[in-house]
């Protein structure tokens, strides 16, 4: 089989762990429902079992492995930190990697009911991780910089999902954002992939944030599109508010990151995203409700 076919199930996962890591085989391995580019494992109740699936490089788990270290004793919100390396053998040619669990229900499968909380949380959490990265942080080949870059992929989506009594005011919040002016501060330390399924809520608020394998250097206003596509209506302003360090130029082009978002969250819950790998049913409704947030916060 290749490496894309490969079966990944709990006997593979407890042979790995007593192959490289004996002293943890004894603790119950239970698979996570969902996943893409990497596939989940409960391990006892504190750790999980990052499975490198979908991803056609290792590099995003190895600087998870790097980076996450360094960034999550700072960070108010817990994130999921590298405790163990799985490297690549005979048994499974890919990498994995014991990480912390972070315990809440992601967004794509719950809701926040404390809105003004949440945006609070999430305000804090994104001013703790927005600061300068160091020079040999990774940079992202898609993501990071200007909207005008993401032009290409902004117009597939819009011409596939995009509601027609919406097209000409979605289409005109990406124009903002691309006649936005470009960030002119350093690179800062970015997630780079906030959405409903990689942050999770606990008592109806924001308890953690997940999957850091897209994290790179470069413009906070790929992270601050999280206004719109995570937190409920109406929360918009006491987020921005309570972040403080976002000039009108970085809130547009967020703006119009989110719309980006939105449409792509739409397409992934269509069919299996027409194309693309792994659809996923819950993402359609979240991404319309964050659409229309954008359209009206």
Same mark, same amino acid.
């Given at each position: +089989?290749t490496? #894309?076919e490969?079966?990944?199930?709990?006997?593979?996962?407890r042979?790995l762990?007593r192959?490289?890591?004996?002293?943890?085989?004894?603790l119950?391995?239970?698979?996570v429902?969902g996943?893409?580019?990497n596939q +989940?494992?409960?391990l006892?109740?504190?750790?999980?079992v990052?499975?490198?699936?979908?991803?056609?490089?290792?590099?995003?788990?190895?600087n998870e492995?790097?980076?996450?270290p360094?960034?999550?004793?700072?960070l108010?919100?817990?994130v999921?930190?590298p405790?163990?390396?799985?490297e690549?053998s005979a048994?499974?040619p890919?990498?994995w990697?014991? +990480?912390t669990? %972070?315990?809440g229900?992601?967004l794509?499968?719950?809701?926040i009911?404390?809105?003004?909380?949440?945006?609070g949380? &999430?305000?804090? *959490?994104?001013?703790a991780l927005?600061?300068?990265?160091?020079?040999?942080?990774?940079?992202?080949?898609?993501?990071?910089?200007?909207p005008?870059?993401?032009?290409? !992929? *902004?117009?597939? *989506?819009?011409r596939?999902?995009v509601?027609?009594?919406?097209?000409?005011?979605v289409?005109?919040?990406w124009?903002?954002?691309?006649a936005a002016?470009?960030w002119? !501060?350093?690179?800062?330390?970015?997630h780079g992939d906030?959405?409903?399924?990689n %942050?999770?809520?606990s008592?109806g608020t924001l308890? !953690?944030?997940i999957d *850091?394998?897209?994290?790179f250097?470069g413009?906070?206003?790929?992270?601050l599109?999280?206004?719109?596509v995570? &937190?409920p209506?109406?929360t918009?302003?006491?987020f921005f508010?309570?972040?403080g360090?976002?000039?009108?130029?970085?809130?547009?082009?967020?703006r !119009?990151?989110?719309? &980006?978002?939105?449409?792509f969250?739409m397409l +992934?819950?269509?069919?299996?995203?027409r194309?693309l790998?792994?659809?996923?049913p819950?993402?359609?409704?979240a991404?319309?409700? #964050?659409?229309?947030?954008?359209l009206?916060?």
């Amino acid at each position: +089989m290749t490496d #894309a076919e490969i079966e990944i199930t709990a006997d593979l996962v407890r042979d790995l762990l007593r192959e490289q890591h004996p002293d943890l085989a004894g603790l119950p391995v239970r698979e996570v429902a969902g996943g893409w580019g990497n596939q +989940m494992w409960r391990l006892g109740d504190g750790l999980a079992v990052r499975m490198q699936r979908m991803d056609p490089t290792p590099q995003l788990q190895l600087n998870e492995r790097r980076w996450l270290p360094v960034l999550a004793p700072r960070l108010p919100l817990p994130v999921p930190t590298p405790v163990r390396s799985g490297e690549p053998s005979a048994r499974f040619p890919k990498h994995w990697t014991v +990480m912390t669990w %972070v315990p809440g229900e992601p967004l794509d499968h719950s809701s926040i009911s404390r809105g003004d909380h949440a945006a609070g949380t &999430l305000a804090g *959490f994104l001013k703790a991780l927005h600061v300068e990265a160091p020079a040999d942080a990774p940079v992202s080949g898609d993501r990071g910089g200007h909207p005008r870059t993401c032009t290409d !992929g *902004f117009d597939r *989506f819009f011409r596939a999902v995009v509601p027609g009594g919406l097209a000409d005011d979605v289409r005109a919040v990406w124009d903002d954002a691309v006649a936005a002016p470009e960030w002119e !501060g350093p690179p800062l330390w970015v997630h780079g992939d906030l959405h409903p399924a990689n %942050v999770v809520v606990s008592d109806g608020t924001l308890s !953690g944030v997940i999957d *850091f394998g897209d994290m790179f250097a470069g413009d906070p206003a790929w992270d601050l599109a999280a206004a719109w596509v995570v &937190l409920p209506a109406g929360t918009v302003s006491r987020f921005f508010d309570a972040y403080g360090q976002a000039d009108a130029g970085t809130i547009r082009r967020a703006r !119009g990151l989110a719309a &980006l978002k939105s449409l792509f969250l739409m397409l +992934m819950g269509r069919n299996g995203g027409r194309g693309l790998p792994g659809g996923k049913p819950a993402w359609g409704p979240a991404g319309r409700a #964050a659409l229309d947030r954008v359209l009206r916060d």
